[in-house]
């Protein structure tokens, strides 16, 4: 399988390349942002040429200044995912897009199937949903579509990160508990959508959309006072507050728990529970 991997720099991008470098069938080219512009439709074909599989790991991710520059984020998130995915009906190639929760609302009050209707609160959300529908317009046999939500990593920002070199500067946290999610751990998506990759080639997972996040729910709150716990430091220090005490630009959704149901269908298990993983991405 020759894979092509765009934002290959990124938290996500580089776990998939680092995975697909070790692997003894596989190739990948590890495209960076300096290296491939994918709002370029021509350097993007170009690029895509004689690949089987396109990741697009590449993003617009500023969820709060996409607000203020919706139509710059929409090239990246939107226009190029269609400048992504026409190259791939060109060259016969399958492209994973990774898309968010964000599409969503947030007001639902159990997990968000696959075919949910969607109805983004936010530019970010709204951008990403264009890129969606860029994949199953122009690729309807050979596109597929995995959305992703509260991710950390060992490269990059993140929630987890942020926790840990807090809770070395201050001795309380005052984190968020009205937003529901499911923390996932970067490398674990990664392993999952290889596996895509693999199945979607060999005929056993059909295009469309599919939730890659970890299974059971928290709120960031939760999230928090596990990562300390596991840390070895007191997770009393987290203590609960609400959005409202943190305004931000773009509104966030209140409840992100996304369904699984259709990796059965493509002989794929669903990802574990943020909890296995969470110990995994923090060993002791």
Same mark, same amino acid.
């Given at each position: 399988?020759?894979?092509?991997?765009?934002? !290959?720099?990124?938290?996500?991008?580089?776990?998939?390349?680092?995975?697909?470098?070790?692997? #003894?069938?596989?190739?990948?080219?590890? !495209?960076?942002?300096?290296?491939?512009?994918?709002?370029d439709p021509t350097a993007t074909h170009t690029a895509?040429?004689?690949?089987?599989?396109?990741?697009?790991?590449?993003?617009?991710?500023?969820?709060?200044?996409?607000?203020?520059?919706?139509?710059?984020?929409?090239?990246?998130?939107?226009?190029?995912?269609?400048?992504?995915?026409?190259?791939?009906?060109?060259?016969?190639?399958?492209?994973?897009?990774?898309?968010?929760?964000?599409?969503?609302?947030?007001?639902?009050g159990h997990p968000y199937r696959e075919d949910a #209707?969607?109805?983004?609160?936010?530019?970010?959300?709204?951008?990403?949903?264009?890129?969606?529908? !860029?994949?199953?317009?122009?690729?309807?046999?050979?596109?597929?579509?995995?959305?992703?939500?509260?991710?950390?990593?060992?490269?990059?920002?993140?929630?987890?990160?942020?926790?840990?070199?807090?809770?070395?500067?201050?001795?309380?946290?005052?984190?968020?508990?009205?937003?529901?999610?499911?923390?996932?751990?970067?490398?674990?998506?990664?392993?999952?959508?290889?596996?895509?990759a693999e199945a979607a080639l060999a005929g056993r997972?059909?295009?469309?959309?599919?939730?890659?996040?970890?299974?059971?729910?928290?709120?960031?709150?939760?999230?928090?006072?596990?990562?300390?716990?596991?840390?070895?430091?007191? #997770?009393?220090?987290?203590?609960?507050?609400?959005?409202?005490?943190?305004?931000?630009?773009?509104?966030? #959704?209140?409840?992100?728990?996304?369904?699984?149901?259709?990796?059965?269908?493509?002989?794929?298990?669903?990802?574990?529970?943020?909890?296995?993983?969470?110990?995994?991405?923090?060993?002791?």
């Amino acid at each position: 399988m020759k894979v092509l991997v765009t934002g !290959a720099a990124g938290m996500l991008g580089r776990d998939l390349v680092d995975i697909l470098t070790g692997h #003894p069938r596989h190739t990948v080219t590890a !495209a960076t942002r300096a290296a491939l512009d994918i709002t370029d439709p021509t350097a993007t074909h170009t690029a895509v040429a004689g690949h089987d599989v396109v990741i697009n790991a590449a993003a617009w991710t500023d969820v709060d200044g996409a607000e203020e520059h919706e139509a710059t984020a929409t090239a990246v998130n939107g226009d190029a995912v269609a400048h992504l995915a026409t190259a791939c009906a060109a060259h016969d190639a399958r492209l994973l897009q990774i898309s968010t929760d964000y599409v969503f609302p947030g007001d639902a009050g159990h997990p968000y199937r696959e075919d949910a #209707p969607t109805a983004p609160i936010n530019a970010y959300g709204r951008s990403k949903l264009a890129g969606e529908q !860029a994949v199953a317009r122009l690729l309807p046999d050979t596109g597929y579509v995995v959305r992703t939500a509260w991710l950390y990593g060992a490269h990059g920002r993140n929630f987890v990160t942020t926790m840990l070199r807090l809770a070395d500067q201050r001795e309380f946290l005052d984190v968020v508990d009205d937003q529901r999610g499911q923390p996932t751990w970067s490398y674990a998506l990664a392993q999952q959508l290889i596996a895509l990759a693999e199945a979607a080639l060999a005929g056993r997972a059909a295009p469309g959309v599919y939730h890659g996040t970890c299974a059971g729910e928290t709120t960031w709150y939760g999230l928090a006072r596990a990562v300390l716990d596991r840390h070895g430091l007191d #997770p009393e220090r987290i203590r609960p507050t609400t959005s409202v005490r943190f305004p931000r630009p773009a509104p966030r #959704p209140a409840y992100s728990v996304l369904g699984h149901a259709r990796w059965s269908a493509a002989g794929l298990a669903p990802l574990p529970h943020w909890h296995r993983t969470l110990e995994q991405a923090l060993p002791q």
